[in-house]
C-alpha cells in the first residue's frame, strides 16, 4: 500500500505541471524506505510546493532532508541531483560528494576526528590542499588559529584579556603584543567581538550649489564645477586605521538657466578597501563598482562594505564606520568614526575640534581664501574643462526685494514651534536657512529647490537621531520627489520607501 502511496503523488500535478518527487519505487530512495518512512517527507514536499506556487527549490529542501535523514541511519542513497534537477552550488575550492566522510578535515583539526569513518554523508567537500575555515575552503597556509578554545580565522586581529590591553593576530600562528587603544576609542564589544571602538563621529553635508559644513561644523560656500576631494583619510602614519577617500563631482546647476553660475554634485566616488564605487546624478538604484554598473543593493569584501538605497539616498557603509550618502539629485554626507580626528584632509576639513584652522591647504598651511581652499583640493582629471567657481562680485546675488517672500518659505527650518524644533540644539539651522533662501533665489523661486533644500536640513537631522514631524502638507513639497523619482510608492516621513 506505501508503494502505491508513493507512487500517486510522484504523477500528482501542480499548477498543471507535473513535478518530480523521485520517491518511487524505483528511485534513489528505495533502500531507504524501510528505515525512513518517507510519507511525511512526501507530504511536506507536496505542501510546500503548493505553498510557493511550484518552487524546485522547495523539492530540493525536503530531498536533501530526507537524504540526510537516509544517511544518518546507514542507508544507501543513489545519486538523485543533476545539472537540470537540484544541482549542488559549491563554494569556491570545494566539489559536491554525495557520500563523503561525515566530519571531514577542518581548519581547527586537520586530521579528521577518529570514528568518523563510518559515516557517509551528502554535502561539499574542499579541494586536495584546501581545508574548511569556518564557511571557505582555504589553502591550508591560510588555515586560522586555535586559542584557548576559540578558532580565530587567517589575519583575525582579536583581544584575548578583555581590556585592549594584549593584541593578538592569527597569522599562522598567533602573535601577541602589548596595546593599548588610541584616541577617541574604547575597548567595547561589537558583534560578539571585542576590540578597539571609535567613540563618537564627525559628520560633513554638502548641499545645494554647493553649501559645506565642515566635520567641524564650519559653513561656507564654495561653486566650484570640478572634481574635488571631499574627505580622504591623511596621516595615518602608526595607526590602524583604514585609509579611504571620497571624491565629489560638480557640474554647473542648468536645471537653475541656461547659463548658471552655481553648481550641483553630479557623482560621488569613493575608495575604500581596494574598491571604488561612484553613485551618479540620477541613477536610480544603481553603482559603478570597479568598472562595472551593478543594482543595488551591493555586498563587497565579505560584508566589509556595503550599497544600498535607504529612502531618498543611496548609501556607502564600511564596516569601520565610514558613511557616504547621496540622494542622486542635491544632497551629500561624509560620516566619519571618532578615531578619525585630525587624521582626514579635504574641503569637509580637519577634523580636529578647532574651526579656525579648517581650510588647511594639502601642505598643512592654512588659509582664508575660500576658493583657493577649494581649488587646492581638485582632482585632476584628464580631458575635462571645469572651473573653479566664483568669487567676490563674480558671484550671483539675491536681490533684497525678492528675500521677504523666500523668508516665509524658508522660515519652517527655523521656527522654534516646528517641525524641526526637536533639531535645532543638535544642528544649528541658522546656516541652512541662508542656503535655502539663496538657492530658491537663484533658481527664481523654483518649488523644488525649495523641497530639495528643507528635505537637506531633514535628513542631516534624521542622520543625527533628532525626531522630525511632518513638513509636508497637500500643498507644500508633497510631490517633489515625484519629479526626481517618477517609481516612488508613497513616502513616510522617517522612512521613505520607493519600489524600483
Not at 569556518?134 to 578554545?149: A, H, I, K, R, S
Request: proline share 4%; with cysteine.
Amino acid at each position: 500500500m506505501h508503494h502505491l502511496f508513493y507512487y500517486y503523488f510522484y504523477l500528482l500535478k501542480v499548477n498543471g505541471e507535473l513535478f518530480n518527487l523521485p520517491l518511487t519505487l524505483d528511485s534513489p530512495f528505495r533502500d531507504c524506505h524501510a528505515l525512513v518512512d518517507p510519507a511525511g517527507f512526501l507530504s511536506d514536499c507536496l505542501y510546500d510546493v503548493c505553498l510557493y506556487q511550484g518552487s524546485q527549490n522547495m523539492q530540493c529542501k525536503t530531498l536533501t532532508a530526507y537524504t540526510a535523514a537516509c544517511q544518518l541511519k546507514g542507508a544507501k542513497v543513489y545519486s538523485w541531483r543533476s545539472a537540470q534537477f537540484c544541482d549542488a552550488q559549491c563554494p569556491s575550492n570545494s566539489r559536491y560528494e554525495l557520500c563523503h566522510s561525515g566530519c571531514p578535515a577542518s581548519c581547527q583539526n586537520l586530521s579528521a576526528p577518529s570514528g568518523c569513518g563510518a559515516l557517509c554523508m551528502e554535502g561539499c567537500v574542499c579541494d586536495e590542499g584546501f581545508a574548511q575555515s569556518g564557511d571557505e575552503c582555504v589553502p591550508l597556509t591560510q588555515c586560522g588559529c586555535l586559542y584557548e578554545g576559540k578558532y580565530y580565522h587567517h589575519g583575525q586581529v582579536f583581544y584575548p584579556d578583555g581590556l585592549c590591553q594584549q593584541e593578538c593576530i592569527c597569522n599562522g600562528t598567533v602573535r601577541m603584543r602589548t596595546y593599548h587603544c588610541g584616541p577617541n576609542e574604547q575597548c567595547l564589544v561589537k558583534s560578539g567581538v571585542r576590540s578597539c571602538q571609535p567613540v563618537g563621529k564627525g559628520f560633513c553635508s554638502i548641499s545645494g550649489d554647493p553649501h559645506y559644513r565642515t566635520f567641524d561644523n564650519a559653513t561656507y560656500d564654495f561653486q566650484g564645477t570640478c572634481t574635488y576631494t571631499a574627505a580622504t583619510a591623511c596621516h595615518l602614519e602608526g595607526t590602524q586605521l583604514t585609509p579611504f577617500s571620497v571624491v565629489v563631482e560638480n557640474e554647473k546647476w542648468y536645471a537653475l538657466s541656461d547659463d548658471p553660475k552655481v553648481s550641483v554634485a553630479k557623482l560621488v566616488a569613493v575608495e575604500v578597501y581596494g574598491n571604488t564605487l561612484i553613485l551618479r546624478r540620477n541613477q536610480i538604484g544603481m553603482v559603478m563598482a570597479n568598472g562595472v554598473l551593478l543594482h543595488l543593493p551591493l555586498n563587497l569584501n565579505k560584508g566589509a562594505v556595503m550599497v544600498y538605497q535607504d529612502g531618498t539616498n543611496d548609501v556607502i557603509l564600511t564596516d569601520f564606520g565610514l558613511k557616504v550618502t547621496y540622494d542622486l539629485v542635491y544632497h551629500v554626507t561624509v560620516t566619519v568614526p571618532g578615531n578619525y580626528r585630525s587624521k582626514t584632509c579635504g574641503l569637509c576639513g580637519n577634523f580636529n575640534g578647532n574651526r579656525e584652522d579648517e581650510f588647511q591647504l594639502p601642505d598643512g598651511k592654512v588659509t582664508k581664501d575660500l576658493q583657493a581652499f577649494g581649488a587646492a583640493w581638485r582632482e585632476s582629471v584628464p580631458g575635462v574643462v571645469c572651473e573653479d567657481g566664483c568669487s567676490g562680485d563674480v558671484c550671483p546675488v539675491c536681490d533684497d526685494s525678492r528675500k521677504a517672500v523666500l523668508e516665509k518659505d524658508c522660515a519652517i527650518i527655523t521656527d522654534a514651534t516646528g517641525p524641526f524644533a526637536a533639531c535645532h540644539n543638535i544642528i544649528d539651522p541658522a546656516s541652512y536657512y541662508r542656503d535655502c533662501i539663496y538657492d530658491v533665489c537663484i533658481a527664481d523661486g523654483n518649488r523644488n529647490t525649495l523641497c530639495l533644500s528643507i528635505n537637506a536640513y531633514m535628513l542631516d537631522c534624521q542622520d543625527v537621531g533628532a525626531n522630525i514631524q511632518d513638513w509636508r502638507s497637500s500643498s507644500f513639497c508633497r510631490g517633489f520627489l515625484h519629479i526626481f523619482i517618477p517609481t516612488c510608492v508613497y513616502y513616510n516621513l522617517n522612512k521613505p520607501y520607493f519600489s524600483l
